[in-house]
């Protein structure tokens, strides 16, 4: 096992115990909910085959929902996410493409280029999230604000974390 499955794997649990323990109480103006394990997602490899993704986003999201008591609520919405993220991946290759090896991260691909990565995938995330929580369009107002104010809060969040950790500053 290499040491980037090592740290896939510790990460997973690392995501889940954060979202768990600390997230789920952070709330602002009980409108911004911040989602911090839609970054396991976010930063798995870019070669990630779809179907990995979506198992992982399953498993993930199925963890949670036994802490939130959400009946798969987080499950279906990961598993949306790793969908989507590949092909929104493709959309957005640079002209060069991308090098062998590297995360989607800040510091491989720079602020402007993780901002049009990660924002979309964070705003789809909360959308499904939020309207499935909410069972359908009946308040949505309400529900557009918890969509729009969460999917800042939660990239502010990863953004934070990105400058924070060691070994993902850009050189």
């Known amino acids: 096992m290499s040491r980037a499955s090592i740290w896939q794997f510790l990460s997973f649990f690392v995501y889940l115990i954060l979202q768990v323990v600390l997230m789920r109480h952070l709330v602002l103006f009980n409108t911004a909910f911040c989602f911090i394990y839609v970054a396991f997602l976010l930063f798995l490899p870019i070669e990630t085959n779809t179907l990995v993704l979506m198992v992982l986003g399953f498993l993930l999201?199925?963890?949670i929902d036994i802490f939130y008591d959400s009946l798969g609520l987080h499950a279906a919405?990961?598993?949306l996410?790793?969908?989507v993220r590949n092909f929104w991946l493709g959309r957005i290759t640079p002209q060069g493409g991308y090098d062998a090896g590297e995360g989607p991260t800040l510091a491989a691909n720079g602020f402007q280029w993780f901002l049009i990565y990660s924002l979309?995938?964070?705003f789809v995330h909360h959308f499904a999230l939020f309207f499935i929580e909410a069972g359908g369009f009946g308040l949505p107002g309400y529900t557009?604000?918890?969509v729009f104010f969460s999917t800042i809060f939660t990239f502010s969040i990863i953004l934070l974390m990105q400058y924070l950790l060691p070994g993902q500053r850009r050189s």
């Open 61 to 63: 999201g199925f963890m």
């Open 77 to 79: 919405t990961l598993v």
């Open 81 to 83: 996410v790793g969908f």
């Open 120 to 122: 979309p995938i964070i």
């Open 144 to 146: 557009f604000s918890k």
